[in-house]
């Protein structure tokens, strides 16, 4: 199994709504990230985490909060979203983040904040 | 800071051919990962070739081969023998060897390739 599953594909929100991404990996990997990524742009490091901890946070502004559950599950909640959030988010997994280990990704959410 | 260029916005090639994706980088570290990854229509980001920086041997997976020049950053992908399913947006990405796992990634370069 190499898959990196997201849920939901597309969600379309209210500036008012909360909703969370779910992405899961059951490869064994310590490593998890949220990529952001405009249309036509290339994906944008958001959050690492790695072995369940928050190890990096590239500036996201708080009304993204992630989750690491478990070694297998990646959450991230969204809450008062602008229009301007609306992009591909991507979900990815590595076997830990030190090494020199590919990166598998997820196939996306199309988030569309309204 | 590091910084990925890919000057080519666009790129075709007529099915059969080969085709050479630019790519040039910007770091001071001595020690990092590149990689070229493939993004379809179906979003999925998928990893072309990768290639460390301390190797001086060029990586190769099947029909797809890099031209790594340390000295002058630059890393370019090879397509042989074009096929419909090459048809995606390729991107560059860059990797120091830290415990970050931060990919860095070029602008990107949407492939068409004509049967």
């Known amino acids: 199994d190499t898959e990196v599953t997201q849920t939901p594909k597309h969600l379309v929100m209210g500036m008012t709504n909360k909703k969370s991404l779910k992405c899961e990996q059951h490869m064994g990997h310590r490593a998890m990230y949220w990529y952001k990524q405009k249309a036509k742009k290339p994906p944008e490091l958001m959050f690492v985490?790695?072995?369940?901890?928050?190890?990096i946070n590239e500036s996201v502004p708080s009304r993204f909060s992630p989750e690491c559950p478990n070694s297998s599950l990646l959450n991230l909640h969204l809450h008062a979203l602008q229009p301007e959030d609306s992009a591909l988010y991507l979900c990815?997994?590595?076997?830990?983040?030190?090494?020199?280990?590919?990166?598998?990704f997820g196939q996306g959410t199309r988030l569309t904040v309204v | 800071a590091q910084t990925v260029t890919q000057s080519q916005p666009e790129m075709s090639v007529q099915e059969a051919e080969t085709v050479t994706l630019s790519c040039t980088y910007d770091?001071?570290?001595?020690?990092?990962?590149l990689f070229w990854y493939k993004q379809p229509p179906s979003r999925q980001m998928i990893l072309v070739i990768r290639?460390?920086?301390?190797?001086?041997q060029n990586a190769t997976e099947n029909r797809f081969s890099v031209n790594f020049q340390k000295a002058a950053k630059s890393f370019s992908l090879k397509i042989s023998d074009s096929q419909l399913g090459d048809a995606a947006m390729y991107f560059c990405a860059y990797r120091k060897t830290s415990n970050t796992g931060k990919l860095i990634f070029g602008q990107g370069t949407t492939l068409q390739v004509k049967p």
């Open positions: 990815a997994s590595s076997q830990e983040a030190s090494w020199n280990t590919e990166a598998f």
């Open positions: 290639q460390e920086a301390y190797k001086q």
């Open positions: 985490y790695s072995y369940e901890k928050l190890s």
């Open positions: 770091t001071s570290e001595s020690d990092y990962y």
